[in-house]
C-alpha cells in the first residue's frame, strides 16, 4: 500500500494544466465572460486489503443534472466551507458516509471546467482505513469501487462522442464491467493516468 501512496505523490508532483469538457473539441467557441461556480470533488483511493480501488459513485436517476452519471462524491463549495477542500470532504461524508478523519489529503489536482459550468477542484486522497459507504438517499443510487490499476491505465480510457445542443461532441470514457465513466469523471481520471505514462 505504500507504494501506491509514494506513486501517487510522484504523480501528483508531474506538472499538469487545467482540463475542461470541452478539450476534444477544438473548434467549440465558449461564451466571453462567463462565471464559473467553484465547486470540488475528492478522488478517494481506499486502500485495501486486496488493492488500492477509487470510490466512486453513481447519481440517482430522478435527479435534473447528470441523473444516473458515474461521478466523484462532491459538490459545489458552499459559503461555509473553508475551501475546495472542505467542501469535497464534506460532500463525501454526505454522499457516501465518508468520515474526514479517514481521508489522507495527498493534493489538488488541476481544475477542471465542465459544461454546466462549475470550476472543479479535484482533491486527491487515500483511506488508509475501512468504513461501511452510505449512498445518501436522494442524490446517490450506488458506492462502488474501481481497481486503481485499471483507472491508471491510458490504453483503458477510449474516446467517444454523441450529439450535444444540435452539435457532435467527443468526450473520454473508461468503462469498467457494468459501469459505464464518461464526461468530467473520465476526463479527470485520463489527466491523472497521463500523469503515470512514462
Known sequence: MSDAVASLRRALARPAGESSDFDLN???VLPEG?????AAVLVAVWLRPGGAELILTKRASHLKHHPGQIA???GKVDAQDA???AAALREAQEEVGLPPRAVEVLGHLPAHETVTG???VPILSVVRQGFDPVPEAGEVAEVFTVPLDHVLKPANFAIE???WRGEWRSYYALPYGAYYIWGATARILRGLAGRFAP
Open 83 to 85: 475551501g475546495p477542500e
Open 161 to 163: 462522442r454523441r450529439r
Open 34 to 38: 462567463r462565471v464559473l461556480r467553484p
Open 72 to 74: 466523484f462524491p462532491g
Open 26 to 28: 477544438p473548434g467549440l
Open 118 to 120: 462549475f470550476s472543479v
